[in-house]
């Protein structure tokens, strides 16, 4: 609902709102690129980055929705570049959490347990993206204005990623193990 939320907030164009997407999108590959380097050279946690993607994503949403209550339109593009940094780094961090998970368990179910987080990913991905351009809709037609509408469901978003966080950091990781089928055999 960000590129709406432009066009209704700002008045930007639909040529506009779209580069406005593709800022987002290179923010991810920043922040996917960051957490690969964080990997290689040992700067934090898988937990970290996951928990810390969460809260700057609240943190830039809370932003964007600074940039429609006081008319900054020129702050809107720096807080979507740090929404897509965010949820980049969240992202990759995550799916390094849960490659690292399906290790656990009955050997032989790896595929099973990443295709079922795949799944509940793209799940809720979809839901997301509905329940946001439905959510915007029903307060924009009870609040009658469209700014505000979107900031409540920016706000609830933020919110989300705040619990997202608190769940990131509850999430206990195996102990790095090298699975049997990798051991090179003593005898």
Do not use: K
């Not at 965010?86 to 295709?115: K, L, Q, Y």
């Not at 987080?117 to 979809?126: D, H, I, N, R, S």
Request: charged share 10%.
């Amino acid at each position: 609902i960000l590129e709406p939320f432009a066009g209704a907030a700002f008045g930007w164009t639909p040529g506009q709102t779209t580069a406005l997407a593709g800022m987002q999108h290179g923010g991810v590959l920043v922040g996917m690129l960051l957490v690969a380097a964080a990997g290689r050279y040992g700067w934090g946690s898988l937990r970290a980055w996951c928990a810390g993607g969460c809260l700057v994503s609240g943190a830039a949403l809370l932003a964007i929705i600074a940039t429609g209550w006081f008319g900054r339109p020129d702050a809107l593009r720096p807080a979507v570049m740090l929404l897509g940094a965010a949820n980049g780094a969240f992202s990759i961090a995550a799916i390094g959490t849960m490659m690292r998970m399906a290790g656990e368990g009955p050997a032989a179910r790896e595929g099973v347990r990443m295709g079922l987080w795949g799944a509940a990913q793209a799940l809720a991905f979809g839901l997301g993206g509905l329940i946001g351009a439905a959510g915007s809709d029903v307060t924009r037609a009870w609040l009658g204005s469209a700014v505000p509408a979107y900031g409540a469901v920016f706000a609830a978003e933020a919110l989300l990623f705040a619990v997202a966080a608190a769940l990131a950091l509850g999430v206990t990781l195996p102990a790095t193990h090298t699975p049997a089928r990798w051991q090179r055999r003593t005898t």
